[in-house]
T-cell receptor
Framework: NAGVTQTPKFQVLKTGQSMTLQCAQDMNHEYMSWYRQDPGMGLRLIHYSVGAGITDQGEVPNGYNVSRSTTEDFPLRLLSAAPSQTSVYFC???????????????FGSGTRLTVV | RKEVEQDPGPFNVPEGATVAFNCTYSNSASQSFFWYRQDCRKEPKLLMSVYSSGNEDGRFTAQLNRASQYISLLIRDSKLSDSATYLCVVKGRDNYGQNFVFGPGTRLSVLP
């Protein structure tokens, strides 16, 4: 059981480049989300999805797009990378509804992104 | 005011010590509460959920005070392997009932 898989683990981008961070889970979780983690800021929600075809914005959505065509995959796209997007990105999934109240999140191992 | 606040830390304690982490949250409608552990350069991992009546898992005890909007985590008989950052997480309510808010974390170093 792989859980939540993120790729790549590390990435360096130049300002203005675009890229997609991949996230896949094999637990049949309905709920998936993307967070970024910066020193002293804690984890901040970028976008989330409660099921295939349904996405919504979190706390810091600007500069990022998401889509959810399948239950398993939830890619995060950086449209035009900026140095302010240098961060560690975590994808997470959970049960929806009552299950999430007890089980919380399962996180991927993260993507360390540097924008120069 | 941040939605979830924690002791700023870091906490440096000797092996065998008892250490307590405190967390406060501002949204009185919050529904579920968790403690996560995050090792350096790793992903957060669920340590334990926090129930209204309080709960214990081995050396770890979590308490919730809804009236004061306060959560605590107590670690007894600290081990070197307990060194990590401890994140307080509060689940609020959005249209889908899914909104986990993370505190900034408190770093613990257990010293030999």
């Amino acid at each position: 059981n792989a859980g939540v898989t993120q790729t790549p683990k590390f990435q360096v981008l130049k300002t203005g480049q675009s890229m997609t961070l991949q996230c896949a889970q094999d637990m049949n979780h309905e709920y998936m989300s993307w967070y970024r983690q910066d020193p002293g800021m804690g984890l901040r929600l970028i976008h989330y999805s409660v099921g295939a075809g349904i996405t919504d914005q979190g706390e810091v959505p600007n500069g990022y797009n998401v889509s959810r065509s399948t239950t398993e995959d939830f890619p995060l796209r950086l449209l035009s990378a900026a140095p302010s997007q240098t961060s560690v990105y975590f994808c997470a999934s959970s049960y929806s509804g009552q299950g999430a109240s007890y089980y919380g999140y399962t996180f991927g191992s993260g993507t360390r992104l540097t924008v120069v | 005011r941040k939605e979830v606040e924690q002791d700023p830390g870091p906490f440096n304690v000797p092996e065998g010590a008892t250490v307590a982490f405190n967390c406060t949250y501002s949204n009185s409608a919050s529904q579920s509460f968790f403690w996560y552990r995050q090792d350096c350069r790793k992903e957060p991992k669920l340590l334990m959920s926090v129930y209204s009546s309080g709960n214990e898992d081995g050396r770890f005890t979590a308490q919730l005070n809804r009236a004061s909007q306060y959560i605590s985590l107590l670690i007894r008989d600290s081990k070197l392997s307990d060194s990590a950052t401890y994140l307080c997480v509060v689940k609020g309510r959005d249209n889908y009932g899914q909104n986990f808010v993370f505190g900034p974390g408190t770093r613990l170093s257990v010293l030999p």
